[in-house]
């Protein structure tokens, strides 16, 4: 049976079995993900989002990720054995649930997802070793797990995703990952994402420039693993506006009312945007709460402190 790999970028490309490859280059753990409009509706909406995101030319992206769909949609249709290449961090494991939400029912039987430890990246692994690994075959339990994950992600309400992650899984890092992506929710305690937090951190702890951040922010998140432009989005949401907590201009530096946040004295209020299909802002009805571990429907009405701002 011919063999395709599929994979979240190309940095596998030339390396795996001999096999076709698909690089699915979307990042579907960013910006909108509710699927009510079909393919073309969905591929618009992403294509604007990604476009903006990494400033790139709109109809370049749009070309992108319309081939990418186009190959996975002939390989759900096609006989070929699917090997799907994904690791246990956020963006690796959103973008399995809607790969899988493209290829079943269709593919059923034939596909395959290949081992990943959690520890070295696939990158990381010699030609040899990425050889050796032993393809598990994904059942029909574990793929209906997969595409209520997807739904669950998607929907303007994350209650059900709340209650999916404290599930078992038939995916090792699925539960995980889907727990770190609902702490990106503000929080109820100070009205900052985990994510924004930890560059806060990163810069009061001395980083000065959007490398620096990058390195103390990846040492600090096994699970969330971003990429300069998704720290730059975050760093220039919060250098934002008349109440900003990253000075505008120069080195990188908390202003007073960052300092104040960071130590839990005065609260954030949420930039716009959307989580998963959640949209959030300051006046938003979904919030993770630290304290009890989930989503709450409203922020706390008083400061939790210090100690309700530990990573939770």
Known sequence: MDIIHIRCGDDLRGRLPPGDYIG???????????????????LAQRARFVAE??????AEVRSRLGTDHAALTAAARGTAALHLWFEHDVWDQIALLRVLAFLWPQARGRVWLMPADGKRVL????DAELAALEPQKLGDIAAEAALLAWDAFAAPDPAALDRLWRQMLPFPHLAPALRRHLQDLPWASDGLALSERRVLRAIAAGAQDLGAVLRAFAAEDAVFHPTDLMLAEIIDRLRAGTTRLIARDGPLALTERGQAVLAGR?????WPRLVGGVAVGPNGEAWWDPSRQGVATRPGQ??????????G
């Open 24 to 42: 699915y280059a979307d990042p579907v753990c960013l910006g909108p993900a509710r699927d009510t409009g079909g393919p073309a509706a969905w």
């Open 53 to 58: 995101h990494a400033h790139a030319p709109l």
């Open 123 to 126: 990158p990381a692994l010699s």
């Open 266 to 270: 005065r609260r954030h209020a949420p």
């Open 302 to 311: 008083a400061l939790g402190g210090l100690s309700a701002l530990r990573d």
